[in-house]
T-cell receptor, first 111, second 117 residues
């Protein structure tokens, strides 16, 4: 089955700086890669996703890049704000298997 | 439109007991999946249901089971509880059957927090 590795487990950045979270996957058949944000005590919510026929996708301050050859994808957050503080999960899915999540990155925005 | 509703929100059980958790998806959503969330392991896929049929199952022992009803509501059951089953159990619904790139946004409930003593 699919295996998703996520790094770093904790990331602390100054407000206004950029943050990058990286994930690798093992199954070359995976073709859907979402990112979920979970604020403390709340439910995970989708913030952006990318399919394997696209190399990059942007939504305001958030972007995701996908390198199918290397089997890795990354989340980029620019001009970080206090409300970006949360746990971020990457995930991958291929075929009919369930969605496999990484173990999460705790993003801390320092004022 | 009401979100995904999970009951109960909190429960405490002792080892060896069994537990049933309930999930009501967003109206019109036909796919329901379950995840176990623990601090060290993140979100782990349990199973996925569509049209009352289990479509996928994660790598969990047979003590974990589930079902989906004709109104898309779903239940999961854990029998012979162990200490390691303590976790937040999240249910997620989506509009259609999730398969590969034909995968849409998952809408999560707030979860059922199970503590096993």
């Amino acid at each position: 089955g699919e295996n998703v590795e996520q790094h770093p487990s904790t990331l602390s950045v100054q407000e206004g700086d950029s943050a990058v979270i990286k994930c690798t996957y093992s199954d070359s058949a995976s073709n859907y890669f979402p990112w979920y944000k979970q604020e403390l005590g709340k439910r995970p919510q989708l913030i952006i996703d990318i399919r394997s026929n696209v190399g990059e996708k942007k939504d305001q301050r958030i972007a995701v890049t996908l390198n199918k050859t290397a089997k890795h994808f990354s989340l980029h957050i620019t001009e970080t704000q206090p409300e970006d503080s949360a746990v971020y999960f990457c995930a991958a899915r291929g075929g009919a298997d369930g969605l496999t999540f990484g173990k999460g990155t705790h993003l801390i925005i320092q004022p | 439109k009401a979100g995904v509703t999970q009951t109960p929100r909190y429960l405490i059980k002792t080892r060896g007991q069994q537990v049933t958790l309930s999930c009501s998806p967003i109206s019109g959503h036909r796919s329901v999946s379950w995840y176990q969330q623990t601090p060290g392991q993140g979100l782990q896929f349990l199973f996925e249901y569509f049209s009352e049929t289990q479509r996928n199952k994660g790598n969990f022992p047979g003590r974990f089971s589930g079902r989906q009803f004709s109104n898309s509501r779903s239940e999961m059951n854990v029998s012979t509880l162990e200490l390691g089953d303590s976790a937040l159990y999240l249910c997620a619904s989506s509009l259609f059957f999730q398969q590969g790139a034909n995968t849409g946004e998952l809408f999560f409930g707030e979860g059922s927090r199970l503590t096993v003593l």
